[in-house]
């Protein structure tokens, strides 16, 4: 079944302490991103990767970092976690970042608290 | 800068038509999306347009003008199931903004029997 897969999927966390939410998909896609959720805010972009070994920062990429190392996975790392990180989490991927084939499919998202 | 408007709510009854509109101010354009997300749900894709005009696809219809920065998402014969969020994004794929999609506030649409 074609699928984005995010972990984990729930996670209460403190400040500061490090924490990796991973995102997996298996279409092969070349484009992957990183969005945040917040009530009133709308879907905000955190960091997209149009490949492998590429990745640009979107509109919110403070207090965040990714890497591509594989071609499926897109993993989100908090180095120190800050209660205004406390969000709905969806990672995405596409065949390619525009055009009729950038149709995003999401994973069912990640919900984060950090107190 | 970048600025997607929607209205935040709207409410139709089940069977009717309803309109959600869209315009966006953005520095490149690359096509405009339209996604549906249930309450607690991922986004799900309804449609794609890049060239004026309208693309149907079933009960659903999706228009562009890309000269006065508008879009409209139609929602014909509502179901119930129908009562969603409708979220409008722009692609600013190329022009400098490779790989950044921006996404409106979201549209809350509750459809009343």
């Known amino acids: 079944e074609a699928q984005v897969t995010q972990n984990p999927r729930y996670l209460i966390t403190v400040t500061g302490k490090k924490l990796t939410v991973t995102c997996s998909q298996n279409?092969?896609?070349?484009?992957m991103s990183w969005y945040r959720q917040d009530p009133g805010l709308g879907l905000r972009q955190i960091y997209y990767?149009?490949?492998?070994?590429?990745?640009d920062k979107g509109d919110v990429p403070e207090g965040y970092k990714v890497s591509r190392k594989e071609k499926r996975n897109f993993p989100l790392i908090l180095e120190s976690p800050s209660p205004n990180q406390t969000s709905l989490y969806f990672c995405?991927?596409?065949?390619?970042?525009?055009?009729?084939?950038?149709?995003?499919?999401f994973g069912e998202g990640s919900r984060l608290t950090v107190l | 800068g970048q600025n997607i408007d929607q209205p935040t709510e709207m409410t139709a009854t089940e069977g009717a038509i309803v309109q959600i509109n869209c315009t966006y101010q953005?520095?490149?354009?690359?096509?405009l999306f339209w996604y549906q997300q249930h309450a607690g749900e991922a986004p799900t894709f309804l449609s794609y347009?890049?060239?004026?005009g309208l693309e149907e696809k079933g009960r659903f219809s999706s228009f562009l003008s890309r000269s006065k920065g508008y879009s409209y998402l139609l929602l014909k014969e509502l179901q119930m199931k129908d009562s969603a969020s409708y979220l409008c994004?722009?692609?600013?794929?190329?022009?400098?903004?490779?790989?950044?999609?921006?996404f409106g506030q979201g549209t809350t649409l509750q459809v009343k029997p």
């Open positions: 995405a991927s596409s065949f390619q970042a525009g055009g009729h084939t950038g149709e995003l499919f």
């Open positions: 279409m092969n896609h070349e484009y």
């Open positions: 990767s149009m490949n492998v070994e590429v990745t």
């Open positions: 953005t520095s490149g354009f690359n096509g």
């Open positions: 347009n890049v060239l004026d």
């Open positions: 994004a722009v692609s600013l794929h190329g022009s400098g903004n490779t790989g950044k999609l921006i």
